[in-house]
Antibody
Framework: EVQLVESGGGLVKPGGSLRLSCAASGFTFSSYSMNWVRQAPGKGLEWVSSISSSSSYIYYADSVKGRFTISRDNAKNSLYLQMNSLRAEDTAVYYC??????????WGQGTLVTVSS | QSALTQPASVSGSPGQSITISCTGTSSDVGGYNYVSWYQQHTGKAPKLMIYEVSNRPSGVSNRFSGSKSGNTASLTISGLQAEDEADYYCSSYTSSSTPWVFGGGTKLTVL
């Protein structure tokens, strides 16, 4: 069964840091691009970052560029998002969908990040 | 990168058909056949419903269909059922510096 499990969310103060993880199973993780997509409470989906299968290509949304770093470890079937200088507006559920072709599938259940003092 | 434009809400009665639009530009929706649609029930993760404009993944009901004309993509749900009540999001590949963009989402209410 294809599965993505996000972890690492929690409560952090403004200006703080957090590292999210995404554990993949049931498919050849090293063959596919991966992404982080977030959803603020009561709001829509927002693409955050993408990384190609071999980490050769990395992209960030303007809203997180310079603060967030995406990475992956294909040997561990894992994706990461290092989030620094966190702001209140980064509060959201963070998902790590795979990019198969030109669409996002599957999606995990997400991990909640709350930035508040 | 601006979000794709979707109506905030649509509604329909059981058995009816509804269409949700997703308007972008020639740099995204109009320029590529890489539009996808996602269904999200309250408190749940998004689920892929349509990919590459009009293709249905295995397991998705054939009541869901997608199309595109110019810079606007559409998701049509026929034979509305109570279980279709959810939020729907479109997404497209874009030629801008950031490769993906989502629509703002549409809340579907089944009356």
């Amino acid at each position: 069964e294809v599965q993505l499990v996000e972890s690492g969310g929690g409560l952090v103060k403004p200006g703080g840091s957090l590292r999210l993880s995404c554990a993949a199973s049931g498919f050849t993780f090293s063959s596919y691009s991966m992404n982080w997509v977030r959803q603020a409470p009561g709001k829509g989906l927002e693409w955050v970052s993408s990384i190609s299968s071999s980490s050769s290509y990395i992209y960030y949304a303007d809203s997180v560029k310079g603060r967030f770093t995406i990475s992956r470890d294909n040997a561990k079937n894992s994706l990461y998002l290092q989030m620094n200088s966190l702001r209140a507006e980064d509060t959201a559920v963070y998902y790590c969908p795979c990019t198969i072709g030109n669409w996002f599938d599957p999606w995990g259940q997400g991990t909640l990040v709350t930035v508040s003092s | 990168q601006s979000a794709l434009t979707q109506p905030a809400s649509v509604s329909g009665s059981p058995g009816q058909s509804i269409t949700i639009s997703c308007t972008g530009t020639s740099s995204d929706v109009g320029g590529y056949n890489y539009v996808s649609w996602y269904q999200q029930h309250t408190g749940k993760a998004p689920k892929l419903m349509i990919y590459e404009v009009s293709n249905r993944p295995s397991g998705v009901s054939n009541r869901f269909s997608g199309s595109k004309s110019g810079n606007t993509a559409s998701l049509t749900i026929s034979g509305l059922q109570a279980e279709d009540e959810a939020d729907y999001y479109c997404s497209s590949y874009t030629s801008s510096s950031t490769p993906w963009v989502f629509g703002g989402g549409t809340k579907l209410t089944v009356l």
